[in-house]
């Protein structure tokens, strides 16, 4: 079973920077399409930024298009989400999630193909 770990979250200002990091273990995640989600209180769980599997592809939430970076490293197993101008509607939990289902050299933000969850890094952003 694959394992994701996410690091990074804290707090910080309006306009302010983060950078998030998906660790998997113990399998290489070059077949793996990835992607991050987050869910604020009261609210659904939304996509915000996938990869495909070459990381050749990637899509984004509307809302952060210009603002969040997806990347991410097969050799080291890690995904990484750039976020700058932070701004207090993006305060959520942040969730990376892997699928083996989604064609290769895509990626798509609907939540149904992903069997493979982290734990979530809470990413606060207030004045």
């Known amino acids: 079973q694959l394992r994701l770990a996410e690091s990074g979250g804290g707090s910080v200002q309006p306009g302010g920077s983060l950078r998030l990091s998906c660790v998997g273990q113990?399998?290489?995640?070059?077949?793996?399409?990835l992607s991050w989600f987050r869910q604020a209180p009261g609210k659904g769980r939304e996509g915000v930024a996938c990869?495909?599997?070459?990381?050749?592809?990637?899509n984004y939430l509307d809302s952060v298009k210009g603002r969040f970076t997806v990347s991410r490293d097969n050799d080291a197993k890690r995904m990484t989400l750039q976020m700058s101008n932070l701004q207090p509607e993006d305060t959520a939990v942040y969730y990376c999630?892997?699928?083996?289902?989604?064609?290769?050299?895509?990626?798509?933000?609907?939540?149904?193909?992903?069997?493979?969850w982290g734990q979530g890094t809470q990413v606060t952003v207030s004045p």
């Open positions: 999630a892997a699928s083996l289902t989604i064609l290769q050299d895509s990626c798509e933000l609907s939540d149904a193909q992903y069997a493979n």
């Open positions: 113990p399998y290489s995640l070059e077949y793996y399409t």
């Open positions: 990869i495909s599997n070459n990381g050749e592809v990637a």
